[in-house]
């Protein structure tokens, strides 16, 4: 029976690194893109946490593989949600879309967006995917400029860049202090968490701005 255990050993020993990379870059992908149109899932901490994940892992490139997987997703769920809502602005009756995104832009962080993009022209698109809470103000800024769907994937490109980039940082700088993933994966979190509600927490404490 030696021979079995042998054979039993050796299955339960081959690397599931391939399987988890065959699973978990199309699930992030899934994700993010999800998130990038309707923003319940918490897209940052996904990144952060695989980076976390692949920081662990033997196979090469697999942090390189995260970033190209979240910053290409994160660029066609903007591209697709910019789509949505330029057909709901050039319709008559507008569009759930378009309705999604206004509900999501209060009055005032869309002034403020309109300025910054008369300003800076794209350059603000690289902002507002690093700001919490920026990038749907600047996109129906976008939107109500009336900028055509190049011109908007111009400046989107190196935001989704610049967006993936920042949170992978996160993720590797949590995977860093602990020797144990779950660990690294649960830092990631709380960082991205506090990154992300840091700002509205301010807002808040600090009241209405004074005429």
Not at 37 to 49: E, I, K, R, W, Y
Not at 146 to 171: H, K
Request: glycine letters at 8%; hydrophobic letters at 50%.
């Amino acid at each position: 029976m030696s021979w079995l255990g042998a054979a039993s050993t050796s299955m339960t020993s081959i690397p599931t690194e391939p399987t988890q990379q065959a699973f978990g870059y199309p699930s992030l992908f899934l994700l993010v893109l999800i998130g990038a149109l309707v923003p319940v899932v918490p897209t940052g901490a996904l990144v952060s946490s695989a980076a976390v994940v692949a920081m662990h892992q033997t196979l090469p490139f697999a942090l390189l593989m995260v970033f190209a997987t979240a910053s290409l997703a994160a660029f066609c769920g903007d591209m697709a949600l910019y789509w949505l809502g330029r057909r709901g602005v050039g319709s008559k009756n507008g569009s759930r879309w378009l309705e999604a995104i206004r509900s999501r832009a209060p009055e005032d962080r869309l002034e403020q967006a309109q300025h910054k993009l008369v300003e800076h022209d794209v350059a603000v698109l690289v902002l507002s995917r690093l700001v919490p809470a920026g990038r749907i103000p600047v996109m129906l800024a976008c939107l109500l400029a009336e900028w055509p769907l190049r011109r908007f994937a111009r400046g989107n490109l190196p935001a989704c860049l610049a967006w993936a980039v920042t949170y992978q940082l996160i993720g590797i700088l949590s995977g860093s202090l602990f020797s144990r993933p779950w660990e690294g994966v649960a830092a990631a979190i709380a960082l991205t968490v506090l990154v992300s509600g840091a700002p509205s927490v301010w807002r808040r404490l600090r009241g209405p701005a004074k005429a």
